[in-house]
């Protein structure tokens, strides 16, 4: 009776572990069943688009919402969740192993545009920042508000670019896209303009239809800001951009890109704000005259053209642009840019800055630059003397006059009697001058004592 008794107590256990599994497997199944479809090839139950892709449609859904960080009323909370989820997109992004669905891309990348495509504040009073180069801009600007979220839609966008085939996002990256990214760099946040450059330029190197309307979009930029506009952010960033560009150029360079150096780059030099992307400028236009020696001479001739008149601060800049230039520039050219260059760089060291004239007095201990003057030293070394006893009796520094006076001996090294017949010549116009003051003064003398002698 025991034994007959606890098999029938088992059995009932078992009866009842049985019932309660299949009523959680009916429910599961029950679950299921609202969030599947069924296969039309075989009837099998697949999860639908939706509850398969439920985290990553979740996660921009919630992105798709915009904050200021200005207007009260924002929750700093959501702010906080919309952070995550940036970053949670971000990580699916750097690790997805298969291409995205459609669907999810299309969703994703209206995303990064309704995050990045907004109307940027109106420009600051920039006036003390405005003359200062990058490195020194960055000390005085800090990022914007909206930067937190900014910076991971940016990492997105280049992961994007970097992972996927170009023909699968061309679609979305096309021309309007391309041009709504270009007038970001119009933005005062130098982070957010460097994360703008990086994007931009993976773009060009990656998808190669879009490359001439690419460069043409930055040369539009360049040419309102050099004839109309004089305001810009972003002239360094797509200056370095386009530096990149040059040095894959072939040789020898095509029409258009030596226009591109003539009327874009060269005319780049005459703007108030020069110095804040000098050394991309320089960079640029030395590629070029890296690759063809020979358009030295239109640089040359063109930054002389665009000289400043009272900015002693471009003034350097441009002593130092002109020689690294002549480290460059085919010698066939020296004797014809000998006598301008040699004009300006006298002009430079008789300058009442210090600065402009000691900049100007270190040039001679560039070989290639003294090189390019014995090719015509004739011509030159009248000018050149002339600036140098100048700057030794009427110059007000003395460490500018010292720089001189070394400059001097090296020059009357190199052609002691020319040097000689110079300064004999100097001092020869110098006393006929002061003779002719002299009976200019002796005969005005005379027609006043006449007169007074008629009164």
């Not at 797509?238 to 040095?247: D, F, K, M, T």
């Not at 630059?369 to 000018?383: R, Y």
């Not at 520094?397 to 004999?424: A, F, G, H, R, W």
């Amino acid at each position: 009776m025991g034994v007959i008794r606890n098999s029938h107590e088992a059995s009932s256990k078992k009866k009842e572990s049985t019932t309660l599994q299949y009523l959680f497997e009916l429910e599961s199944k029950s679950y299921h069943s609202t969030s599947t479809i069924s296969s039309p090839k075989n009837g099998k139950l697949l999860p639908s688009f939706e509850s398969e892709n439920n985290e990553i449609l979740s996660a921009i859904s919630i992105c798709n919402t915009i904050f200021t960080f200005t207007d009260p009323s924002e929750s700093p909370f959501e702010q906080d969740l919309k952070r995550v989820k940036l970053n949670q997109l971000l990580s699916i992004t750097k690790s997805f192993k298969k291409a995205l669905d459609d669907r999810i891309l299309s969703r994703l990348m209206s995303m990064l545009s309704a995050n990045l495509f907004r109307p940027l504040p109106p420009p600051s009073n920039t006036s003390v920042t405005s003359d200062l180069p990058d490195e020194v801009e960055e000390l005085f600007l800090s990022p914007g508000p909206l930067w937190p979220h900014l910076q991971i839609v940016y990492d997105i966008l280049q992961r994007l670019v970097l992972n996927l085939d170009p023909k699968i996002l061309r679609e979305y990256i096309d021309h309007q896209f391309l041009l709504n990214l270009i007038s970001l760099f119009q933005s005062e946040d130098p982070m957010e303009r460097d994360s703008l450059k990086n994007v931009y330029h993976r773009i060009y190197a990656r998808f190669t239809f879009h490359r001439s309307s690419m460069r043409k979009s930055m040369n539009d930029v360049f040419l309102r800001y050099v004839f109309e506009m004089e305001k810009h952010c972003g002239i360094g960033e797509l200056l370095e951009i386009w530096g990149s560009i040059i040095n894959g150029f072939t040789v020898p360079l095509k029409e258009e890109h030596k226009l591109f150096l003539m009327r874009v780059l060269i005319p780049l030099h005459k703007t108030k704000g020069m110095q804040v992307y000098h050394r991309q400028l320089a960079y640029c236009v030395s590629q070029f005259v890296q690759k063809e020696p020979a358009l030295g001479g239109v640089v040359v001739r063109g930054i002389l053209k665009y000289w400043p008149i009272t900015n002693c601060q471009k003034e350097v800049l441009l002593i130092g642009e002109l020689e690294e230039l002549v480290e460059n520039i085919d010698p066939d050219q020296f004797r014809k840019l000998a006598l301008p260059l040699c004009t300006r760089i006298t002009r430079c060291l008789n300058s009442c800055n210090s600065q402009v004239a000691e900049r100007a007095l270190y040039v001679w201990n560039n070989e290639q630059f003294v090189k390019m003057t014995s090719t015509a030293i004739e011509e030159v070394f009248p000018l050149i003397v002339q600036g140098m006893e100048r700057n030794l009796k009427l110059h007000w520094s003395s460490s500018v006059k010292q720089l001189t006076e070394t400059v001097k001996m090296m020059l009357e090294e190199m052609d002691p009697i020319l040097y000689y017949n110079c300064l004999q010549d100097i001092n020869l116009r110098e006393s006929e001058a002061r003779r002719e003051e002299n009976v200019f003064e002796h005969r005005n003398t005379q027609n006043l004592t006449l007169e007074t002698q008629a009164v």
